[in-house]
C-alpha cells in the first residue's frame, strides 16, 4: 500500500524569504501523480502544484516549486518570496494513474503548518 | 462557475444519532469524493460517487454510507454516531471521466461535533 510522509509537523518562515517543506512517499508503482495541497484556516482545500511521475522536469506555479527525486521518493515543495498569505496547512498527496477498481483516491500526508512571520 | 459548495457547515450531534451531510459539485461535474479529516489520522478517503454508482470505497464501517443524485449532488450518512466520528467532512468534484485523472475541487467542509 502506498504511504505519504510528511515528517515536519510545523514551519515558520520570515516573509520575502524561502521555505522548503518535505514529503517523502512509498510506492511499488512506476506512474503515479504527486501533489501538494494547502489549506487555509477558512478551510477551503486548494490545489497548489501537481507533478506527474513520468515528467523529469520539475513542476513551477509562480512562487511555488517542487523538487522531485522519484528514485529516493521525494517530493518537496519551495516556496519562494513568502507571503502572508501563505500561512496554512500544506498537505502532500499521492494518486496513481491506474484508474481501475479502488485505486482513483488521493493519499494523504497528515501536513505540515506554516507560519509566515511579518 | 460555483464552487464545491457543502452544508450545513457546521453540526452537533450526540452519540447514537444519525447524520445526513450534502454536497453539491461545480456545474458539469460528474464525480464526487468524500474525505474524513482529523488532527489525529489526517485526511482519509470515505467514497467516491460518479453518475449515481459507487467506485470506490475506503476502508470505513458500514455505519457510513452516501449516495449520489442524478444532478450530480450526493449525501453522506453516518449512522449510530460515535464519539470518534467527530472530524470535518470535505467533499471534492471533479470533471472525471473514467479515463483520466482530473482535478479534484474541495468544499468548505462539514465539521461534525459529536458529544
Known amino acids: 500500500a502506498q504511504t505519504v510522509t510528511q515528517s515536519q509537523p510545523e514551519m515558520s518562515v520570515q516573509e520575502a524569504e524561502t521555505v522548503t517543506l518535505s514529503c517523502t512517499y512509498d510506492?511499488?508503482?512506476?506512474?503515479?501523480?504527486l501533489f501538494w495541497y494547502k489549506q487555509p484556516p477558512s478551510r477551503q482545500m486548494i490545489l497548489v502544484i501537481r507533478?506527474?511521475?513520468?515528467k523529469q522536469q520539475n513542476a513551477t506555479e509562480n512562487r511555488f516549486s517542487v523538487n522531485f527525486q522519484k528514485a529516493a521518493k521525494s517530493f518537496s515543495l519551495k516556496i519562494s518570496d513568502s507571503q502572508l498569505g501563505d500561512a496554512a496547512m500544506y498537505f502532500c498527496?499521492?494518486?496513481?494513474?491506474?484508474?481501475?477498481?479502488?485505486?482513483?483516491?488521493?493519499?494523504w500526508g497528515l501536513g505540515t503548518s506554516l507560519a509566515v512571520n511579518p | 462557475k460555483a464552487g464545491v459548495t457543502q452544508t450545513p457547515r457546521y453540526l452537533i450531534k450526540t452519540r447514537g444519532q444519525q447524520v445526513t451531510l450534502s454536497c453539491s459539485p461545480i456545474s458539469g461535474h460528474r464525480s464526487v469524493s468524500w474525505y474524513q479529516q482529523t488532527p489525529g489520522q489526517g485526511l482519509q478517503f470515505l467514497f467516491e460517487y460518479f453518475s449515481e454508482t459507487q467506485r470506490n470505497k475506503g476502508n470505513f464501517p458500514g455505519r457510513f454510507s452516501g449516495r449520489q443524485f442524478s444532478n450530480s449532488r450526493s449525501e453522506m450518512n453516518v449512522s449510530t454516531l460515535e464519539l470518534g466520528d467527530s472530524a470535518l467532512y470535505l467533499c471534492?468534484?471533479?470533471?472525471?471521466?473514467?479515463?483520466?485523472?482530473?482535478?479534484?475541487?474541495f468544499g468548505p467542509g462539514t465539521r461534525l461535533t459529536v458529544l
Open positions: 498527496a499521492y494518486r496513481t494513474r491506474n484508474n481501475a477498481g479502488n485505486n482513483r483516491k488521493l493519499i
Open positions: 510506492t511499488s508503482e512506476s506512474d503515479y501523480y
Open positions: 471534492a468534484s471533479s470533471w472525471a471521466n473514467g479515463i483520466s485523472y482530473n482535478e479534484q475541487f
Open positions: 507533478q506527474e511521475a513520468y
